[in-house]
Structure formats: structure tokens, C-alpha cells
């Protein structure tokens, strides 16, 4: 029998449990209604209900559970420092979730147990056979929570949990079992396995981690803090999470008895990309425990030059795609226009297909390269079965919500609005004569509908810019539709539009990049944008553009990019490779109703950007608010986490977002945040991103952590004081600060302005500063006296710093004082 004391305010989250049960859901077809004025990043994107869920709703707030299931309870969950009992992930069809848990009680007295229940779904819950609650919000990843209490006799007793969802698309998907009783509980989980070597394993695996978070050559080494006293057999499973389609790799290794590290293989054994690794040992026939980390690898010998002109590089990044791209349609559709590869390209492409047939969610991203292989490539190749496979595909197709359907597709963010309209505008403009039974109407019906929705899109963006601000996730979706636009429209109006929004886009880029890096604030991110900067897809469209930058497995709009005849502005070039002595300030506006203001300063060793002022102390969803940048590696952000798990699902995750935002300044180099975060929020400290291992030296002084990389360096501090993580997968590369109420300065230099780190160190060190945890008073060597509060704009000797409001376009500063 396992046995876990459960203290008060100990969450209850050690079972054993069923095999997930998922069902694709079907559901009436109907249609939608909605404003798509991207309102849901204000509002959350639960403000758009889709049919199923009514029905689902309908069919399970009430509908009898049965106490007597037939699901085998074999697996043991281990949470690895989740409070919740957690299945979270991403479903591109709705889809119909079941689990069920059980363990037992040991309570030291007889009397009334109190307990708080969290859900998004719905959860029913048994003691000793007994039903104490059923709580079903079914609230579409928004927890809610609900209070209980138990009369139980001392001694042992049998819970039995039951908990269900409708997934459509990320579905956080979970209960947790929280204790509010000062007596001490046990949680106990029944197991005929050896209970000394399931603890021992599951703290060896607890303590499992990686030295650096990327790796470019060499073998790669797993660390753990302790050792085991046996030989185990460590299974590797890695590749790309949910929309990340890098081909994975699989391998079994050996854990030699009392050793701390293991070879898990060399990085060429690895797809390159950002990988999520599971380690799972095998305890018995029936169990295993898993456990996952992330890492980014990309191999050194892809750190090759960039050739001159730009036709060469546009022909290298196709060949490269192929080699090493996703295996969606833009790699397809590269294969095809090089004649290369077409068995492999036709088995892509059908199963693109089969997905736009199911409406998978973004079936909007793969529709529109196929109808560019359409326009461009028909007839060229595969047989007459695939091309009349191919139309029935694109004339079912649900193109926007007033048709009906029973899918979950995203419609209502700006690339995938723009996506379906594109898709709509193309697909009429190929059949304008034949019927799309979805709607019943004929292809240039569709064609005029579209051309209208996209009239109205562009004529928003060019006065709002992003919602989703800076995205290197999703600028590159927006390109799919901007490119195919410019190459494949009949209609020169709507030509000359995207070329319009090429070109501002291309801009953004160029003023936002460091050295070919896209590494600023960002309107929505993961934690593979913010920790692997090699294979953030902008920094491929940075390298065929104007030399600079990274290839990768980037595909999205990087081939239709290639395989277009557009031309970047070469000027800009020396923006994105920023390399005079000189500093760069960029302020633009972006988003409805002036959403955020965004300010970046940047010379040739760093560049350093926020978000200004930015919904301060209100909940966060995918922000990524402030950014340090020195190179791809040696970075430095600050957010406060949207959940305790180290490697969630959550949005905001652990370090993409954040749970509550920050009010943030910033002047020049000079960076200041303020939390406040509200108590109903699980994480109560805010934490800075600190990979040492990128730094070439870093120091501890006081409450200063300093640091350097080549003639780039920084400091950073908190009021509520710094502590390196020295465990974890976080080991020697996150700054914690405890506390609701926080804040944190950051001060960029280089060696042009204090000749040499020393020097930095002494100013900084020996410069005024009183900092509070809800201000800022700080005498800079350079620039003079800042005061920053909840109250007040932040002021530099007295004077306050206005934000100003630009627009997307933007303001560009050149500053010559350093």
C-alpha cells in the first residue's frame, strides 16, 4: 500500500486510474453567430459556444452515473509536482472524455472532513460506495470550484472518482481534491509492486533534468539528483507537441545502478525542433511511470551561411523544407514544385485531406496550400483519383459559421478568420460554376462572400495591426493567407492588399529582431517561442529574406513564401541585423481601441521590450510581456506562472503568459514590473527565466543576479529577494521571488556605455535603490532618478514618461546617447 500524508491545504493527487476513454461526439449540425473582432482576448474564448456543446450540455449536466464501472483502474497517476489529476491536451474534433480514479483514506479521527473540489468538467465522487458529490460546471476551461465536507469514522475508506469532459480543441481537463483539515490524512493507493522502489523511482524521476535547454552537438545527458541502487531501463519517447508535426524518435536506455546521469543519445538522433521528451520506466507488465521534460535541439551543422542573393535562398529553404520540414501540405506542396520526393508528397497530402474532410480544428491551415497546389500544379502530377478526391474535399467544406456544422474549427482569431476567408475566396474562384454542398451555393457566391469578409478584414488590420501582437507562432499563419493572396488572386484589389500586408509584416519583423531573432514581447506564445528561439518560424522567413536568422522545420508560410515571386525591402536588412554603435527605439500600437503599446530598444549587443502598462493586475492568457535578448540562448524574461506544473497545458503555462499581468515600464534599457497578484490564483510567486548555462559569466551581489554574454550583460533584482533554482528541470536557470505583490527591475548595458562588465557591476551596485513591493525608487548611473508605482506613470528625475499611443505602423528612433 503507497501511502502520501496529506496535510492541510495538500492537494489529494496520487490514484490509481482508468485508461482515458475518448469517443468522437457528434452532435446536430446548426450554425453560429459571433463577432469576430478578436473580443475573445479580452473576454475569453469560452464567449463562443459551439452546437455540441449545447448538446453535450443538455445530455450530461443531468444524466445518471453509474457507480459500477467496467474500466480497469491499472495505471497509478503521479503527479511530479501537479496539484491536479490532469489529462490536458489538444483534440481536433470534439470529442467525448471519461476517467475514473480510485485510492483510500486513512483519517486519524471520526468526525466531518472538509475538502475543495476543482473542475472544469464534471466530476461525481464515492465514499465507501456512497455518493458526497457530483459537481458538473462543464465550463470550457474555466475552473471552477465547489466545497464539501465528509462524516468519517476513523480509520480507512474507499473514494472513487468520476470525471468527464467534452474536449474541443485544448481542453484542460482535470479534477483536483484539495484537504481544508488540520488533522493530518493519508491518501493510500493499493499495489502489489515492490512500495520502496515505486517511491525511489517516482523521486528519481521527480528529480530528472537537463543541464541546458537547447542542444546543438554531441550526445545529450539526462541528470538526475540522486541515483537508484538498481539498473533501470529508461524509455525515450520524443518529438513535437500537439500542432508541432516533427517526426519523433524512439529509444530504450540503461540507468546503470547508483549513477546520476545518463546518455539518452546524440542530437542527431533527434528531430530538430522543439521537443517534448517522456520518460517512462517500466515497473511491471501493467505499470509504468512517465515522466516529461522539453528541449530544444538543433544541430550545429545547420548554423551554415546564408547565400547571397535572394533566389538562392528561396531555393535553399525549399530543398531544406523538404529534408527537414513538418509533414503538412506546405511540405507537400515544396516536393511537388521541385519534382522531388512525390510518393511521400501525395501520402502527406491525403492525409491532410482526410483531416479538412473531418473539419479537424485548422484544417483552414492545410486547405489553403492545397488549393495553391490546385491553381498551380494540376494535371503536373498524381493520378485523376487524387484530383477528384481533392474537389469533393474542397466543395464539402464548411467555410465560415453560417453554414452548419457539427466541428470544433477555430474561427474566430484573426489568422484563422483570415484563413477561411481565403480559403472561400480561392475555392470560388476555382469552381465558380459548380454547387458546395455545405452551403448549397455555387462557387462564385462564395467567391463574392469572401472577397466582401476580406475587404473588411484588411481594412481592420491596417487600422488595428495584430491582436495577436508580434506572434512568432502566428504572424506566420497570417503570411499563409497574405502569400497565398499575392501569388493565386484573380482580384487585384485584394492582390494589392496582401502585398500591402506582406510588406507591414515584414517590417514589423525586421524593426522587432535581434541578429535575425524575433525575440520581443508577443501578443500569444508557448514555451517552445520563448525557450527555442532557433526554431521560432519567423527567424527562417528573417534568413530567405535578407540573410539573417535561422532555418528550420518551419513550413507554414515559408514555402509559399519561396514559392512566390514577392521581394522584401533589402533596406531593411540592417534593422534586423542591427549592428551600429548607435541605439535603435521602436514604438508602435497595436490592436483595437489602442490594445497595447509596445516599446523595444535595441543596439548591436541586446535588445530589451515590453508591453507597457498593459492590462496591469488583471488576469493574463498568452502575453509574453517583457523580453532580454542577447542571442538565441542568452535571454531573460519575468512573468508570474498561470499554473504550479512545471510542463502544463495551461494558457498562460508555466513560462508562456502569465497568471496575473504585471504593470510594466520602460525606458531605454531600463525595465520595471510591478505585481499584484490576486489570492484565488494557485501560484503566489513570480519567477524570471535565467539560463546561466547561456551566460559566459553570472554573479550573485546582494539582492543583484548579474550577468554577461559576449559584450552584452544585465542585472536584475526583486523586492521580495532572488533564489537560484538548484534542482528541477529548472536547475541553475529560473530567478524565484516569493510573494503576491512584487516587483523587479531589469538594467541592459554593454560595453559602449560602461566600458567593461566590472565597471557595470561597481555602478550598479553602489547606485540608490529602494525597492518595495509595490514601488521603485532607483538612482541609474546613466540616466538619472526613476520612480515607478501602482499610481502614477513612470517618472525619470520628477518628469513623467508618457506612453504614447502610435499606431501600427509605428515610430522609429534613432537614439545616439548612450
Not at 517522456?278 to 528541449?295: A, F, R
Not at 526554431?535 to 514555402?559: D, H, I
Not at 498568452?622 to 540562448?633: F, K, P, W
Request: net charge negative; with cysteine; glycine share 4%.
Amino acid at each position: 500500500m503507497l501511502e502520501y500524508k496529506i496535510e492541510k491545504d495538500d492537494f489529494l493527487n496520487h490514484w490509481k486510474i482508468s485508461k482515458l476513454k475518448e469517443e468522437n461526439y457528434k452532435s446536430a449540425p446548426d450554425t453560429m453567430e459571433a463577432k469576430i473582432d478578436n473580443s475573445w482576448l479580452d473576454e475569453g474564448f469560452s464567449i463562443h459556444q459551439y452546437p455540441c456543446r449545447k448538446e453535450f450540455l443538455s445530455e450530461y449536466k443531468t444524466k445518471e452515473i453509474d457507480f459500477n464501472n467496467d474500466l480497469s483502474m491499472a495505471d497509478i497517476y503521479f503527479p511530479f509536482g501537479n496539484p491536479k489529476v490532469e489529462r490536458s491536451w489538444f483534440w481536433f474534433l470534439p470529442t467525448y472524455l471519461e476517467s475514473w480514479a480510485e485510492s483510500q483514506l486513512k483519517v486519524p479521527k471520526s468526525r466531518e472532513y472538509e475538502f475543495e473540489l476543482k473542475t472544469c468538467g464534471g466530476v461525481k465522487i464515492w465514499v465507501n460506495g456512497k455518493e458526497v458529490i457530483d459537481f458538473r460546471p462543464y465550463t470550457r476551461n474555466i475552473e471552477k470550484t465547489e466545497k464539501f465536507s465528509i462524516k468519517l469514522d476513523k480509520g480507512k475508506h474507499k473514494i472513487k472518482v468520476f470525471f468527464n469532459d467534452l474536449a474541443e480543441r485544448d481542453t484542460l481537463y482535470y479534477f483536483s481534491l484539495q484537504s481544508k483539515n488540520k488533522l493530518t490524512i493519508k491518501q493510500l493507493i493499493e499495489t502489489e509492486n515492490d512500495l520502496s522502489k515505486l517511491k525511489d523511482i517516482e523521486n528519481l524521476l521527480e528529480s530528472a533534468h537537463f543541464k541546458e535547454d537547447t542542444y546543438k552537438k554531441g550526445e545529450i545527458k539526462l541528470h538526475f539528483s540522486d541515483s537508484f541502487s538498481k539498473t533501470l531501463k529508461l524509455k525515450i519517447e520524443a518529438g513535437g507537441d500537439f500542432i508541432d508535426f516533427i517526426e519523433g524518435a524512439k529509444k530504450t536506455v540503461v540507468l546503470p545502478k547508483d549513477k546520476k546521469e545518463v546518455e539518452i543519445g546524440n542530437v542527431n538522433e533527434y528531430p530538430m525542433g522543439f521537443n517534448h521528451i517522456k520518460i517512462s520506466i517500466l515497473i511491471n507488465n501493467d505499470l509504468k511511470m512517465s515522466k516529461h521534460l522539453t528541449l530544444q535541439v538543433y544541430q550545429k551543422e545547420l548554423l551554415f551561411p546564408a547565400a547571397d542573393n535572394l533566389d538562392t535562398r528561396k531555393e535553399n529553404s525549399l530543398n531544406f523544407i523538404i529534408e527537414h520540414g513538418e509533414s503538412i501540405a506546405q511540405k507537400a506542396l515544396a516536393m511537388v514544385a521541385k519534382k522531388k520526393e512525390l510518393k511521400e508528397a501525395k501520402k502527406i497530402l491525403i492525409n491532410e485531406l482526410e483531416g479538412i474532410e473531418k473539419r479537424k480544428d485548422c484544417s483552414d491551415f492545410y486547405l489553403v496550400p492545397i488549393l495553391w497546389l490546385w491553381i498551380k500544379f494540376r494535371g503536373e502530377v498524381f493520378d485523376q483519383n487524387f484530383w477528384n478526391y481533392t474537389e469533393k474535399v474542397i466543395r464539402n467544406f464548411r467555410y465560415w459559421i453560417d453554414e452548419e456544422g457539427n466541428d470544433v474549427m477555430w474561427y474566430f482569431s484573426e489568422n484563422h478568420a483570415l484563413l477561411f476567408h481565403v480559403s472561400e475566396l480561392l475555392a470560388g474562384q476555382i469552381f465558380p460554376e459548380k454547387e458546395f454542398a455545405n452551403a448549397g451555393i455555387e462557387g462564385k457566391a462564395h467567391y463574392l462572400k469572401a472577397k466582401e469578409r476580406l475587404e473588411e478584414w484588411f481594412q481592420r488590420f491596417f487600422a488595428e495591426g495584430f491582436s495577436e501582437w508580434n506572434s512568432t507562432a502566428y504572424i506566420p499563419i497570417d503570411l499563409i493567407g497574405f502569400f497565398a493572396l499575392y501569388e493565386l488572386a484573380d482580384d487585384k484589389a485584394l492582390k494589392k492588399l496582401a502585398k500591402k500586408a506582406i510588406d507591414m509584416t515584414f517590417e514589423l519583423i525586421a524593426y522587432n529582431s535581434h541578429h535575425g531573432l524575433m525575440a520581443c514581447s508577443h501578443g500569444r506564445s508557448y514555451e517552445k517561442e520563448l525557450k527555442g528561439r532557433y526554431v521560432n518560424y519567423t527567424n527562417a522567413l528573417s534568413r530567405v529574406s535578407w540573410g539573417v536568422g535561422y532555418l528550420n522545420e518551419a513550413t507554414n508560410a515559408q514555402a509559399l513564401y519561396c514559392l512566390s515571386d514577392y521581394k522584401p525591402n533589402p533596406e531593411l536588412k540592417k534593422y534586423v541585423d542591427w549592428d551600429k554603435a548607435e541605439s535603435m527605439i521602436f514604438k508602435n500600437t497595436q490592436g483595437k481601441n489602442n490594445f497595447v503599446d509596445l516599446y523595444l530598444y535595441k543596439n548591436r549587443d541586446y535588445l530589451i521590450t515590453s508591453a507597457l502598462d498593459f492590462k496591469p493586475a488583471k488576469k493574463g492568457y498568452q502575453e509574453h510581456i517583457n523580453q532580454l535578448t542577447i542571442d538565441a540562448e542568452a535571454l531573460c524574461w519575468v512573468n508570474h506562472p498561470g499554473e504550479n506544473v512545471k510542463i502544463g497545458f495551461g494558457r498562460p503555462s508555466y513560462w508562456a503568459g502569465n497568471g496575473y499581468l504585471p504593470k510594466v515600464a520602460q525606458y531605454k534599457n531600463v525595465q520595471f514590473l510591478l505585481f499584484d497578484i490576486a489570492d484565488e490564483h494557485p501560484v503566489d510567486f513570480t519567477h524570471a527565466y535565467f539560463p546561466t548555462y547561456a551566460y559566459d559569466e553570472y554573479l550573485e551581489i546582494e539582492n543583484y543576479y548579474f550577468a554577461r554574454k559576449d559584450s552584452a550583460f544585465f542585472a536584475i533584482t526583486a523586492a521580495n529577494k532572488l533564489n537560484l533554482a538548484a534542482a528541477g528541470i529548472n536547475q541553475d536557470r529560473e530567478l524565484k521571488s516569493a510573494g503576491r505583490k512584487n516587483s523587479w527591475l531589469i538594467r541592459a548595458a554593454n560595453r559602449d556605455e560602461f566600458n567593461s562588465f566590472e565597471n557595470f557591476i561597481e555602478e550598479i551596485s553602489n547606485s540608490f535603490l529602494d525597492i518595495k513591493e509595490q514601488e521603485i525608487n532607483f538612482n541609474d548611473p546613466k540616466h538619472g532618478r526613476f520612480k515607478f508605482n501602482w499610481k502614477d506613470n513612470l517618472l525619470l528625475n520628477d518628469e513623467p514618461i508618457e506612453i504614447e499611443h502610435t499606431d501600427p505602423g509605428g515610430k522609429l528612433i534613432i537614439d545616439k546617447k548612450l
